[in-house]
């Protein structure tokens, strides 16, 4: 029988099962926000399921193999020799003659053949980068689940055409929902899947035996902290434009970016400025590549040789946890040898033109990336802190229940700068985007520290 593409029929039987679109944004160019596949592609990357083939290319169309199915049941199953650390000589040995130790999917393949989910071809071969067959990846799932009996028969009208050794796991799956036929009532168990009609069928898979569901996986939320300023101690200077507060600790701060141009740090410190937020770069709102700032140096340098305390900030794009993580190593090589005695800030903020990878971004793929930078810069010994408005927070869009163990950086511009309303506790209040700053042309973000960072006992742990 002549194969031919699923694109039409069985991509349509897929999607029935589709919840609507959530979190469907990924890193990957060649994967459109707007077709079926993105959801389910997205859900195998926030789990860690399918890697793309590259960080920007999924390749959906392309066909899906052998090794790849093998690695997802293996990271489901929580790589567990990977997980047990296994160093003894039998750990190079392969269980097929045409996959060695420098295999990438090695350990997800060998895994699969001791469990006996897999076993290869009769001249011991496994042929991991070989398409898979429809019928294969039905037995792979089956055996998976212990081959369990179906209890009904597949009302396919071409199951003459299924694999006496494949009909047991071909009618279970379809029992469990886990693989559709085509709409016109074949299952075509020889055809090839493509790698997005693939991600579908492990999303469904990780779903129903596996408890997992849309969204990175997130630590236990804790309780959020009340807001216990006393707004009546608030006092603003009519002259400058500056807040002070009189019930305890703090500082008087801006934070700048390449957008003030040059500034004459001498004249800012002068105005009795104490610290300095700067900006150190970004990741580009459509192809995400990283940025430097290219005032970062001299704005660092010189708010340090006038005295002032100084903060850094990225302004991040990221839509993984991993994507975070380079934001934040970048950042720490560009810091290395500067004295950053404030906190160093993760600022997320969506970009709502037509071309964003990041639009519609959602609160969890957000508050993970959040966690993910901010572990990598505690665990360099500097403190972490996260930035965003009042808005931000009680969307959703930034989960503070789940970052309590960091500062949190409030962005709220209120009528006169009246105090904030903000319902929960706030570290540092950026309170004007209008304010005038002796030594820098143009308007700047002025803002009010309410902590004393020397008494910060140590990066990541929560301050009573």
């Given at each position: 029988m002549k194969k031919r593409s699923l694109a039409a029929g069985?991509?349509?039987?897929?999607?029935?099962?589709?919840?609507?679109?959530?979190?469907?944004?990924?890193?990957?160019?060649?994967?459109?926000?707007?077709?079926?596949?993105s959801t389910p592609i997205a859900f195998c990357q926030q789990h860690l399921l399918m890697d793309g083939v590259s960080g920007s290319s999924f390749q959906p169309e392309e066909p899906l193999t052998r090794a790849v199915l093998a690695e997802?049941?293996?990271?489901?199953?929580?790589?567990?020799?990977?997980?047990?650390?296994?160093?003894?000589?039998?750990?190079?040995?392969?269980?097929?003659?045409?996959?060695?130790?420098?295999?990438?999917?090695f350990a997800a393949i060998r895994w699969?053949?001791?469990?006996?989910?897999?076993?290869?071809?009769?001249?011991?071969?496994?042929?991991?980068?070989?398409?898979?067959?429809?019928?294969?990846?039905?037995?792979?799932?089956?055996?998976?689940?212990?081959?369990?009996?179906?209890?009904?028969?597949?009302?396919?009208?071409?199951?003459?055409?299924?694999?006496?050794?494949?009909?047991?796991?071909?009618?279970w799956a379809y029992e469990a929902k886990m693989m559709a036929g085509n709409t016109d009532g074949t299952f075509l168990p020889h055809n090839?899947?493509?790698?997005?009609?693939?991600?579908?069928?492990?999303?469904?898979?990780?779903?129903?035996f596996y408890g997992m569901t849309y969204g990175y996986p997130l630590p236990e939320p804790?309780?959020?902290?009340?807001?216990?300023?006393?707004?009546?101690?608030?006092?603003?200077?009519e002259e400058t434009g500056y807040l002070s507060y009189l019930a305890g600790p703090y500082t008087q701060g801006i934070d700048v970016s390449a957008h003030q141009k040059e500034i004459d740090w001498s004249r800012v410190a002068a105005t009795g400025m104490q610290f300095a937020m700067v900006r150190a770069g970004y990741r580009g709102y459509t192809?995400?590549?990283?940025?430097?700032?290219?005032?970062?140096?001299?704005?660092?340098?010189?708010?340090?040789?006038?005295?002032?305390?100084?903060?850094?900030?990225?302004?991040?794009?990221?839509?993984?946890?991993?994507?975070?993580?380079?934001?934040?190593?970048?950042?720490l090589e560009w810091i290395q040898g500067y004295d950053i005695t404030y906190p160093v800030v993760f600022d997320w903020e969506e970009q709502d033109k037509e071309?964003?990878?990041?639009?519609?971004?959602?609160?969890?793929?957000?508050?993970?990336?959040?966690?993910?930078?901010?572990?990598?810069?505690?665990?360099?010994?500097?403190?972490?802190m996260t930035y965003g408005s009042p808005r931000k927070v009680y969307?959703?869009?930034?989960?503070?229940?789940?970052?309590?163990?960091?500062?949190?950086?409030?962005?709220?511009?209120?009528?006169?700068?009246?105090?904030?309303?903000?319902?929960?506790?706030?570290?540092?209040?950026?309170?004007?985007?209008?304010?005038?700053v002796d030594g820098i042309e143009g308007r700047v973000d002025l803002n009010i520290c309410l902590t004393d960072w020397r008494d910060w006992q140590h990066p990541g742990l929560r301050q009573p």
């Open positions: 069985l991509a349509l039987a897929l999607t029935l099962s589709l919840t609507p679109i959530r979190a469907a944004n990924t890193t990957y160019l060649d994967v459109d926000r707007q077709i079926w596949y997802a049941l293996y990271r489901l199953a929580g790589s567990p020799l990977e997980a047990a650390g296994e160093e003894d000589e039998q750990e190079e040995v392969s269980p097929f003659t045409d996959v060695d130790a420098g295999h990438p999917s699969a053949k001791a469990n006996g989910v897999v076993s290869g071809y009769p001249d011991g071969t496994f042929r991991p980068e070989d398409s898979i067959t429809r019928e294969e990846i039905a037995v792979l799932l089956w055996t998976n689940q212990e081959q369990q009996e179906p209890v009904s028969q597949a009302p396919y009208t071409d199951r003459e055409e299924i694999s006496d050794w494949a009909l047991p796991g071909v009618e090839n899947t493509t790698r997005a009609e693939g991600a579908t069928i492990v999303m469904n898979y990780a779903k129903a804790m309780p959020k902290r009340a807001n216990t300023y006393y707004n009546d101690f608030y006092h603003l200077d192809l995400g590549a990283i940025q430097k700032d290219e005032y970062f140096d001299a704005n660092i340098r010189g708010a340090l040789s006038n005295g002032m305390e100084v903060g850094v900030y990225f302004f991040s794009q990221a839509l993984t946890p991993a994507e975070a993580e380079e934001e934040a190593y970048q950042l071309d964003s990878r990041t639009q519609g971004t959602d609160g969890n793929t957000i508050t993970a990336c959040a966690l993910a930078f901010c572990k990598v810069i505690s665990d360099a010994g500097y403190i972490p969307k959703g869009n930034l989960a503070l229940e789940y970052l309590q163990d960091y500062p949190f950086w409030l962005a709220h511009y209120t009528i006169d700068t009246a105090p904030t309303s903000f319902l929960y506790h706030y570290n540092m209040w950026q309170y004007s985007s209008d304010g005038a």
